[in-house]
T-cell receptor, first 113, second 113 residues
Framework: GAGVSQSPRYKVAKRGQDVALRCDPISGHVSLFWYQQALGQGPEFLTYFQNEAQLDKSGLPSDRFFAERPEGSVSTLKIQRTQQEDSAVYLC???????????FGPGTRLTVL | AQTVTQSQPEMSVQEAETVTLSCTYDTSENNYYLFWYKQPPSRQMILVIRQEAYKQQNATENRFSVNFQKAAKSFSLKISDSQLGDTAMYFCAFAGANSKLTFGKGITLSVRP
């Protein structure tokens, strides 16, 4: 079956531009997570959805970061006024429920110039 | 807050030999889950093995097994009969009641032919 997909795979933005990163979870998965992975580091939690409800956004680094999942399926992570420190790989993961194993997408590599 | 520590930044092993990757964690929770994920150079994070803290029996998946020591908060991964395809970065991760994964910094494993 289809896994988690993310688009675009690569994104180059000029500092100050807005970007939108998309995640398509595994069909039927209730829980969706976003993580940020800096080069050579482990992923760090950003936010968590259960269906359309955003249950935890404690990892979002600033108010420039915004995530939504309006219909409980596809999710979008938006970063406004991008800064160089936002350069990272953004990983999306989904699970059947909150405590089940999370399955990851290939990630979006964001480079801010 | 939970922490996950992987103190070895990199390891190397000869093909067909056995290697053990170390991980320790800290938590005040009693019910939680531990994971090892593999991230090859293509960057897709793949689940290797999962352990429920309430289970005393160590998890195994083919050539992969864990040594879970709950009292010592230790969770090491043993890879038997190492293969060239095992070359990757390996992350130890913790999930508690809040469902989000907390990752260690990872270890780069190289399998030599």
């Amino acid at each position: 079956g289809a896994g988690v997909s993310q688009s675009p795979r690569y994104k180059v933005a000029k500092r100050g531009q807005d970007v939108a990163l998309r995640c398509d979870p595994i069909s039927g998965h209730v829980s969706l997570f976003w993580y940020q992975q800096a080069l050579g580091q482990g992923p760090e939690f950003l936010t968590y959805f259960q269906n359309e409800a955003q249950l935890d956004k404690s990892g979002l680094p600033s108010d420039r970061f915004f995530a939504e999942r309006p219909e409980g399926s596809v999710s979008t992570l938006k970063i406004q006024r991008t800064q160089q420190e936002d350069s990272a790989v953004y990983l999306c993961a989904s699970s059947a429920s909150g405590t089940d194993t999370q399955y990851f997408g290939p990630g979006t590599r964001l480079t801010v110039l | 807050a939970q922490t996950v520590t992987q103190s070895q930044p990199e390891m190397s092993v000869q093909e067909a030999e056995t290697v053990t990757l170390s991980c320790t964690y800290d938590t005040s929770e009693n019910n939680y889950y531990l994971f090892w994920y593999k991230q090859p150079p293509s960057r897709q994070m793949i689940l290797v093995i999962r352990q429920e803290a309430y289970k005393q029996q160590n998890a195994t998946e083919n050539r992969f097994s864990v040594n879970f020591q709950k009292a010592a908060k230790s969770f090491s991964l043993k890879i038997s009969d190492s293969q060239l395809g095992d070359t990757a970065m390996y992350f130890c991760a913790f999930a508690g009641a809040n469902s989000k994964l907390t990752f260690g910094k990872g270890i780069t494993l190289s399998v030599r032919p």
